[in-house]
């Protein structure tokens, strides 16, 4: 149909944390959706994925961006910007962007990671 039905996974080293809400037949979704989650010490980066949910097969991965640690650490007030989809399948072709907020807070010793996940196109 030239459509999707997007939604995000986000994952810190690797492990789901948060999944946004599905934008149903669109190219152009818009989530706005924002978390503050509790950093580990010693993570090592941010992933988020998207995807398009499938009721009949497997949900397809429509691409990700990974966000390292020393990335962050080159942002200290946090990054705000449109950043292009990698494939996770080499054999697979992506085209696309995702616009994020992420900014790392810290206080008393501990770090929490606020990340907007805005839209995609």
Request: charged share 25%; glycine share 6%; proline share 4%.
């Amino acid at each position: 149909t030239g459509s999707s039905d997007p939604y995000c996974i986000v994952k810190i080293d690797d492990e789901a944390i948060i999944r946004t809400a599905t934008v149903w037949k669109t190219l152009s979704p818009f989530w706005g959706e924002e978390y503050e989650l509790q950093l580990q010490p010693g993570f090592h980066s941010l992933s988020i994925y998207v995807m398009d949910e499938d009721a009949l097969s497997r949900d397809d991965i429509i691409g990700k961006v990974c966000i390292t640690r020393d990335m962050l650490a080159e942002h200290p007030k946090g990054y705000s910007g449109w950043m292009s989809l990698s494939e996770v399948d080499p054999d697979e072709e992506v085209q696309g962007e995702i616009h994020l907020q992420v900014e790392v807070l810290s206080s008393q010793g501990s770090q929490r990671l606020r990340c907007s996940v805005l839209e995609a196109r």
